[in-house]
């Protein structure tokens, strides 16, 4: 099993920045990959952005795309999403999330779930 904590969430105005960060423990030599999706009020879970744990290889949505980085610290088990320019429509509970197979982008690709941070933008 692998265990993932968030951490990083919060209040922020528009075009401001946050960063997250997710810790994994547990049997860490399993991941292949992590990711983040988020979860806005009366929205299905959305794909945010994923890295490969090894390689570090990275993917995002469209709608974060230059905004939004992902990177991991491989020696610290940890991944982070810094998001900048944060817009409202980025107000959503984030989740980080660990897959043992491969880099997806689908929430059934993803063996592993913390259980999500709360990022809130005002306008």
């Known amino acids: 099993q692998v265990q993932l904590l968030e951490s990083g969430g919060g209040l922020v105005q528009a075009g401001g920045s946050l960063r997250l960060s997710c810790a994994a423990s547990g049997r860490t030599f399993s991941i292949y990959a992590m990711g983040w999706f988020r979860q806005a009020p009366g929205k299905e879970r959305e794909f945010v952005a994923a890295i490969s744990w090894t390689v570090g290889s990275t993917y995002y949505a469209d709608s974060v795309q230059g905004r939004f980085t992902i990177s991991r610290d491989y020696a610290k088990n940890t991944v982070y999403l810094q998001m900048n320019s944060l817009k409202p429509e980025d107000t959503a509970v984030y989740y980080c999330?660990?897959?043992?197979?491969?880099?997806?982008?689908?929430?059934?690709?993803?063996?592993?779930w913390g259980q999500g941070t709360q990022v809130t933008v005002s306008s």
């Open positions: 999330a660990a897959t043992r197979l491969r880099v997806g982008t689908r929430e059934y690709e993803y063996d592993y």
